[in-house]
């Protein structure tokens, strides 16, 4: 079923075909934009580039253009049209037609804001993100990567796609190894043995820590491991104790993850080995001193990757291969990795292998976020896992909490660099943004149970949206611009710009209370007009607030 506003758009795209002549392909860059914007204020409800699209294809100057469509659009939903600038369309439309839009938002917003499902393709998505090696602790850097594929994943599965969020666990290899060696020392040490870390160990206190809790708990067991130099037995002890912190952690974080992948289940059964020689049928390798290459730059990659060394072990570029075909045999249609910036080249290889295994590159999307700084008396913090020095992502979510931390990593472009200041992440004023907007959903709880107690003003409803004031007309429409932001979302994967979208709908909500009196006994029509408002507003922070995985506090 259309929408009041997809109704509208619909009428005017055939009226440009009709009264122009012209065909799809002519009109396709017209659009027609919600004006949300406050700063905007009196451009109307929407506008339209549609006179500058069509000024080549027609000959004519775009204002010219943009008068004729003024002096022959008519439409029901339309007040009036004007003319701004150098060709804009500015509508404005009638209340009834608004009316009918804020209605049906007020009668169920997820339904409102679904509803693009009709024009959207449902597809089926693999979401990997955080995937840290599970070698040490969760370092300052997940939490960015973590919140972002989060989001993304909220919001895909919002909009009715099927989502599996996925944590991918690098558990084979040298630095499982290199695990184990560094614990096993680090018991020595810590039973009295003057025994010196290699260069090459993992240095943390977090493993000092670890040896501590070992050699007390069950000092026969490691005392028996260390005299078989057993560096199995210390090996998995670290990787299983490591692994479960950070699931815990990230539960912390409020992150869940669907499935949990362990790279070691490719090698046991067989899928690597299956794999590799699927791009040996197909004649992406090569085979030189000994070892496997897979011929990486045939695919715009700078150089070609190894797949199996000589001495007959696999890469991890052999288990990517695995990896990738093993989530589109789940039924992934799209593959989407959230991965540090440091990655960018990995790029390239992955879609390389997947074109090369006979799928199209477009099926994997990399979103790639820059670097993490904390900030502490203005002060960055540095960060080194081997050399011990670790902000872990637990300290931020223990020192902010969840909410703050979430909110902190996500409110800015992956691409840009990110400063994390603990400063305003611990200020419970309105400088804080979380504060900032859990005071705006409390405040409008705090509205409507005031309301409950007049009589004539506690059966609001979503009939009572009518005939609407400015003020009132600019908050649902910033309302109304929500929907076809998280289209986007699902398309650009910026998630960031629900952090933006968020804070600007309860700064307009704080603006509207300053000079809109909500609850007027004198005019009890008013005020169930802005109460249905207020009910909006609550509902639209409310599902912002749990796509972004911060709570909604009933009081502060």
Known sequence: MMTPFDELSARFFSFLRRYFSLNEVAISDVMMVLQDDARKDGFGDFSSNAAMVLARALGKSPRLIA?????????????????????????????????????????????????????????????????????????????RGGIIGDVVGNVLRFLGNTVVKEFYVNDAGKQITTLGMSLMIRCRQVLGEQVELPEDSYHGEYLLQMAREMTSAVPDVVRSALEKNDVCYFSEYAYHRLREEQEETLAEYKIIFDVWFSERTLHASGEVDSSINLLIERGHTYELEGALWFKSTAFGDDKDRVLRRANGEYTYVAADVAYMLNKLKRGAEQLIMVLGQDHHSYVVRLKGILTALGYRPEQLDVILYQLVTVKEDGEVMRLSKRAGRIVSLKDIIDTVGPDVARFFYLNRKADAHLDFDLALALRRTDENPVFYL???????????????????????????????????????????????????????????????????????????????????????????????????????????????????????
């Open 438 to 556: 859990q005071y705006a959903y409390v405040r409008t709880g705090s509205i409507l149970e005031r309301a409950q107690n007049i009589a004539a003003m506690a059966k609001f409803s979503a009939q009572d949206l009518h005939s609407f004031a400015a003020e009132e007309r600019l908050l649902l429409r910033k309302i109304f611009a929500l929907k076809s932001m998280l289209v986007n979302i699902s398309y650009n994967y910026q998630a960031h710009l629900l952090t933006y979208y968020v804070l600007e709908l309860a700064q307009q909500f704080h603006s509207f209370y300053a000079v809109c009196r909500v609850i007027a006994p004198e005019d009890v029509e008013q005020s169930k007009r802005r109460l249905a408002v207020v009910a909006l507003v609550r509902s639209t922070l409310g599902t912002c607030l749990e796509l972004l995985g911060i709570s909604t506090p009933a009081a502060m």
């Open 67 to 143: 008068q004729e469509i003024a002096a022959h659009f008519s439409d029901l939903a339309v007040e009036r049209l004007e003319v701004a600038g150098p060709g804009f369309l500015n509508f404005f439309l009638t209340d009834a037609c608004f009316a009918q839009e804020a209605q049906r938002y007020a009668a169920n917003i997820s339904s409102a804001l679904a509803s693009s499902r009709e024009r959207y393709q449902i597809r089926s998505y693999s979401v990997e993100f955080v995937s840290a090696n599970p070698t040490g602790p969760l370092h300052i850097g997940h939490g």
